[in-house]
């Protein structure tokens, strides 16, 4: 059975229904030096994912400290072929405690320019094909950002833009200052964070108060149905918590059973499960990958062919959250 098309497919044609996360790639989180053990790691890791069919490689400026970027970089210096083969997608907002103060969000016109070259000098490419805001800024401008856009756009460094972890009234202001509309909405979603999901089906209930902050949501998978802005899922495997052969939470044990149950059902891996279920949703949500095992990125695939059925989807819905629905 064919998968439904993607809205980011509508902009550019050839993404893949799954996105690769990069943010496992490069070594330590600091000034530590990459080495040739980690330009294979990242090697093994990418040609999995390739080799799946996945096309959307995702990075952020912070991953690893830059280095992220900088080993993916150096496997496209080594393979020239593998740019034109990839949609290249990164981030930019988030700043590290230096000398001007602690860690911060920053979507200044300024620092996103500046953010998004060094992130191209790093990935050694003169565009990418998609650059997302990684968080909320309380400080600011829509003005601002947007021509940091245009600038980006007319200087060909970046083809479309996005946002990340963003709520629907976030990105509906953000997009009226705006010439080109936004692409991607990054953030947590799936069977290990249910709020984007909960803050529709429990609003009006008392159970909606069971999970803090799942109101902020409120609208958010609605309103990028609706302007075709492409859902895309971190923390889309829940970290292990249920395709594991024990929970590490007696919490998640129902579901990490359940997850296997479904899993044994129809061939698949417990990957496949957690995937699929994130994209029998009918926003076409994309899974980002975010383990860099090779074995565990090619389970992967399991997912794009396996579609659940209602009742299977609700019975994790339900497992995963710990109750019945009101």
């Given at each position: 059975m064919a998968l439904p098309s993607l809205p980011l497919q509508q902009h550019l044609p050839s993404t893949s229904a799954l996105a690769f996360g990069c943010m496992g790639l490069g070594g330590t989180w600091d000034d530590t030096p990459y080495t040739e053990a980690h330009v294979a790691h990242a090697h093994a890791a990418v040609e999995a994912a390739l080799d799946i069919g996945v096309t959307l490689f995702d990075h952020a400026d912070i991953y690893t400290r830059g280095k992220a970027e900088s080993v993916f970089g150096e496997l496209m210096r080594r393979q020239p072929s593998l740019r034109d083969r990839v949609v290249l997608q990164s981030k930019c907002g988030i700043r590290f405690e230096d000398e001007e103060g602690p860690k911060r969000f920053d979507l200044s016109r300024e620092y996103i320019v500046a953010a998004t070259e060094a992130s191209l000098r790093r990935l050694g490419t003169e565009r990418l094909d998609i650059l997302l805001l990684h968080r909320p800024d309380p400080l600011w401008e829509p003005e601002e950002i947007a021509l940091a856009f245009r600038q980006l756009r007319e200087q060909g460094k970046v083809r479309h833009f996005g946002v990340s972890n963003m709520n629907a009234g976030q990105m509906a202001w953000l997009s009226r200052s705006l010439d080109q509309p936004l692409v991607v909405n990054q953030f947590e979603i799936g069977l290990g964070?249910?709020?984007?999901?909960?803050?529709?089906?429990?609003?009006?209930?008392?159970?909606?108060?069971?999970?803090?902050?799942?109101?902020?949501?409120?609208?958010?998978?609605?309103?990028?149905?609706?302007?075709?802005?492409?859902?895309?899922?971190?923390?889309?495997?829940?970290?292990?918590?249920?395709?594991?052969?024990?929970?590490?939470?007696?919490?998640?044990?129902?579901?990490?059973?359940?997850?296997?149950?479904?899993?044994?059902?129809?061939?698949?891996?417990?990957?496949?499960?957690?995937?699929?279920?994130?994209?029998?949703?009918?926003?076409?949500?994309?899974?980002?990958?975010?383990?860099?095992?090779?074995?565990?990125?090619?389970?992967?695939?399991?997912?794009?062919?396996?579609?659940?059925?209602?009742?299977?989807?609700?019975?994790?819905?339900?497992?995963?959250?710990?109750?019945?629905?009101?």
């Amino acid at each position: 059975m064919a998968l439904p098309s993607l809205p980011l497919q509508q902009h550019l044609p050839s993404t893949s229904a799954l996105a690769f996360g990069c943010m496992g790639l490069g070594g330590t989180w600091d000034d530590t030096p990459y080495t040739e053990a980690h330009v294979a790691h990242a090697h093994a890791a990418v040609e999995a994912a390739l080799d799946i069919g996945v096309t959307l490689f995702d990075h952020a400026d912070i991953y690893t400290r830059g280095k992220a970027e900088s080993v993916f970089g150096e496997l496209m210096r080594r393979q020239p072929s593998l740019r034109d083969r990839v949609v290249l997608q990164s981030k930019c907002g988030i700043r590290f405690e230096d000398e001007e103060g602690p860690k911060r969000f920053d979507l200044s016109r300024e620092y996103i320019v500046a953010a998004t070259e060094a992130s191209l000098r790093r990935l050694g490419t003169e565009r990418l094909d998609i650059l997302l805001l990684h968080r909320p800024d309380p400080l600011w401008e829509p003005e601002e950002i947007a021509l940091a856009f245009r600038q980006l756009r007319e200087q060909g460094k970046v083809r479309h833009f996005g946002v990340s972890n963003m709520n629907a009234g976030q990105m509906a202001w953000l997009s009226r200052s705006l010439d080109q509309p936004l692409v991607v909405n990054q953030f947590e979603i799936g069977l290990g964070h249910l709020e984007p999901i909960e803050s529709g089906t429990t609003f009006n209930d008392v159970q909606a108060g069971t999970r803090p902050g799942a109101l902020a949501w409120a609208g958010t998978l609605e309103h990028c149905q609706q302007h075709g802005i492409q859902v895309q899922a971190w923390a889309s495997l829940a970290r292990g918590r249920f395709s594991g052969e024990t929970a590490r939470d007696p919490a998640d044990e129902a579901a990490r059973r359940l997850v296997h149950t479904v899993a044994e059902r129809h061939g698949v891996s417990t990957e496949g499960v957690l995937l699929a279920w994130l994209m029998r949703h009918p926003a076409r949500i994309q899974p980002v990958i975010g383990s860099s095992h090779p074995a565990r990125i090619r389970a992967c695939a399991d997912a794009l062919r396996l579609t659940l059925t209602r009742g299977e989807w609700y019975a994790l819905y339900e497992a995963a959250r710990g109750h019945a629905l009101p």
